[in-house]
């Protein structure tokens, strides 16, 4: 009798297992099946305006945060309106070579940072000319040319200081952006790839070519911690809204999530054998975008921690960034015309 109640507890046991797997199986799908329908119903524009191809964007951290940014092999920065495609509102012209890198201030709808091909680091407020609709004598308030070149800029969350990468990746300059002036050099034996500040301005993530993640106190720079991510280069990083976790990219194919607060992996994203070259999560953290050493850009569930849509693209795409209120993706890259010559378009994806 003891071992037929025995037996009796033990199939009423697995029968409860199967089920709550069955229901959580359920759920999985019911979840997949309702983000791929988001995605299979976004709204898609187009932005055209650029003659060559657009290699960098951010978004102005305005009120409706509307404002799109973007920087063309054109040498030209133009300010986009999104809720009014018709034209740019202002185009920004005075580099010699193409654009490479744009980083808004995130405490100012005007401030913004721009490098270039041609060396240098301008800063730019466009507040006058925004409010009065005035696209003449458009004019960096500050501007200094680099020696090497830069590879990366960006700046702090309370936008009081930025960092930059020399552009053979061996050296990390931070600045004061009150009086534009350097007040930290730190060299390194490694090449360094993107780097992200902490959304409380107390550490620096960097990234490196020997799949680690360089952790540097704020206060004076000096390292803190060091984690092995990955087992190749690291080329990404990018630190989530709330604080709460980062997420990079790398050689390896993977995008691997981490906890801030124990500096461990808990998760790990895959959708092909190709390079990761960007990858950043939507403003509500519910959706990671990735671009490749190639074409296409891929969308993963933060929840379920797997690919749940791909935009298929004929061209390599060099840039992807999340509005900052909404889930809107804006993405650029090598598009061609009718002619084989390139075209200068961004491409905007918004999810209900």
């Not at 296409?296 to 379920?304: K, P, T, Y």
């Not at 015309?337 to 999810?351: K, M, Q, Y």
Request: net charge negative; aromatic share 12%.
């Amino acid at each position: 009798m003891e071992i037929e109640t025995n037996l009796h507890n033990s199939l009423n046991s697995f029968s409860n297992v199967s089920e709550e797997e069955d229901n959580h199986n359920f759920d999985y799908l019911q979840k997949l099946l309702s983000y791929k329908e988001k995605f299979q119903n976004c709204k898609k524009r187009d932005i055209t305006g650029h003659k060559k191809r657009v290699y960098t964007l951010d978004w102005l951290n305005h009120n409706n945060s509307n404002i799109l940014i973007t920087g063309s092999v054109d040498t030209t920065i133009k300010i986009w309106d999104i809720n009014n495609l018709n034209d740019y509102l202002l185009e920004i012209k005075g580099n010699n070579d193409s654009i490479t890198n744009l980083s808004s201030n995130p405490n100012s709808p005007f401030i913004f940072l721009s490098t270039s091909a041609d060396k240098y680091i301008k800063l730019w407020d466009i507040r006058m000319n925004l409010l009065n609709n005035n696209n003449s004598n458009i004019k960096s308030f500050h501007s200094e040319k680099t020696k090497n070149g830069i590879k990366h800029i960006t700046f702090n969350n309370s936008g009081t200081q930025f960092a930059y990468s020399s552009r053979d990746g061996n050296c990390l300059f931070i600045y004061d952006l009150s009086n534009f002036k350097q007040i930290k050099q730190i060299d390194f034996k490694t090449q360094i790839n993107e780097f992200d500040f902490n959304k409380t301005d107390t550490k620096l993530f960097i990234t490196d070519d020997n799949g680690h993640i360089n952790i540097l106190n704020t206060s004076n720079y000096d390292e803190m911690n060091m984690i092995e991510g990955h087992f190749f280069p690291i080329n990404c990083i990018n630190i989530s809204k709330s604080n709460k976790n980062f997420i990079t990219g790398g050689l390896d194919s993977l995008i691997v999530m981490y906890d801030m607060n124990e500096l461990m992996s808990i998760k790990v994203f895959k959708r092909s054998e190709q390079c990761i070259k960007k990858c950043q999560f939507s403003y509500d953290e519910k959706f990671i975008a990735s671009i490749y050493e190639g074409t296409n850009v891929d969308f993963f569930s933060v929840e379920l921690g797997c690919p749940i849509f791909t935009i298929f693209t004929d061209n390599t795409e060099y840039c992807i960034k999340w509005n900052n209120k909404n889930n809107i993706l804006a993405y650029s890259g090598d598009d061609k015309n009718n002619h084989g010559g390139e075209d200068g378009n961004v491409h905007l994806i918004e999810i209900s």
